[in-house]
């Protein structure tokens, strides 16, 4: 007759399995929910200053970048600078969503650079609110180029005309209503309203003109 001796196992406390268990769920749920990173995938276009073409014909903004559209100031050369960044290399995806139109936009890398920062710096393009990882650095990337009047804020925001300084009243888009005013020498507002070409915003040499494309007369010219 064959003789089984058993052993008891040591068991855990329950408190340790907790524990364990406790850790595993919140791997597998930080895993699930970890932004997507795609890498290795190549830019066959640039559309302009924040939208590139991905093999496959995809579409991508950059995230918390607003580059000006291409007939206004800056536009071109914000899509050229993109373009000597991007075109034709490998990029990595990080943070992708969609926006409030359906299209999707990113962080964009391209090796250990940022896409979306070195077009800030450069002052070809705006920062446009939005929270990423990289917020904080993108916003003060925005502001410095800023200050330092590079790329659109060195010609695109004006005080004066340099081109025709006769044409002077200043045709303004408010940023949160989008109302289209234009302002008059001698305006309450005229001195310290700016001209930002890159938004479409423009001078004109007659109140017709200015009319003409859509503007009117602010209220607190007399």
Known sequence: ??????????KFPKLLTYII?????FLNVFLLNRPAADSGIKVIGVIDGDTLVLDGKVKLRLRQV???ELEYCGGEAAKKQLE??????????????MDQSGRPMALVYVGSTLINQIMLES??????SDKTTRTEILKTAANQAKND?????GICVQTENPDNPE????????????????????????KTTLVEKDLGEDWFCSEKEAREAGFSKAKTCR
């Open 1 to 10: 007759m064959t003789s089984v001796i058993s052993r008891k196992l040591p």
């Open 21 to 25: 268990l406790a850790a595993s769920l």
């Open 66 to 68: 607003d580059a000006p």
């Open 84 to 97: 000597a960044l991007v075109s034709e290399k490998s990029v990595r995806v990080e943070e992708k969503i």
């Open 123 to 128: 002052g070809w393009a705006r920062y446009h």
């Open 149 to 153: 009047k590079l790329g659109l804020f």
């Open 167 to 190: 044409c002077n009243i200043k045709a303004n888009i408010d940023k949160s209503t989008k109302t289209r005013l234009y302002y008059l020498p001698g305006c309450v507002q005229y």
